[in-house]
């Protein structure tokens, strides 16, 4: 069993940054994939970054390359999203999840396990 709790979340303007964190509850992090998605209203969940388990291979959608940095510190059990240059179009609700014993950076939903219940972005223009 893994518990995921997201916090730093908030309202921002345009251009602003937001660092989220994911805590993790479980005693095999360092061995699960870790990633970011987020959900606008009226659409689907979307991929946004993954980490490796240890932390030395990263992904990221196209539209948020060079912007967002995905980090992981295995001691600590937390991921971390840095979110820069923050869009109008970032707004959603951004989850943590883990995919529990996987190696690489998997992008579809399917492939994690645990989910936290999501923290806010609010991106105004």
């Known amino acids: 069993q893994v518990q995921l709790v997201e916090s730093g979340g908030g309202l921002v303007q345009a251009g602003g940054s937001l660092r989220l964190s994911c805590a993790a509850s479980?005693?095999?992090?360092?061995?699960?994939?870790m990633g970011w998605f987020r959900q606008a209203p009226g659409k689907e969940r979307e991929f946004v970054a993954a980490?490796?388990?240890?932390?030395?291979?990263?992904n990221y959608a196209d539209s948020v390359k060079g912007r967002f940095t995905i980090s992981r510190d295995n001691a600590k059990n937390t991921v971390y999203l840095q979110t820069n240059s923050l869009k109008p179009e970032d707004t959603a609700v951004y989850y943590c999840?883990?995919?529990?014993?996987?190696?690489?950076?998997?992008?579809?939903?399917?492939?994690?396990?645990?989910w936290g219940q999501g923290t806010q972005v609010t991106v105004s223009s």
């Open positions: 999840a883990a995919a529990l014993l996987q190696g690489g950076t998997p992008t579809a939903r399917n492939d994690y396990n645990y």
């Open positions: 479980g005693r095999t992090f360092s061995r699960s994939a």
């Open positions: 980490i490796s388990r240890n932390g030395g291979g990263t």
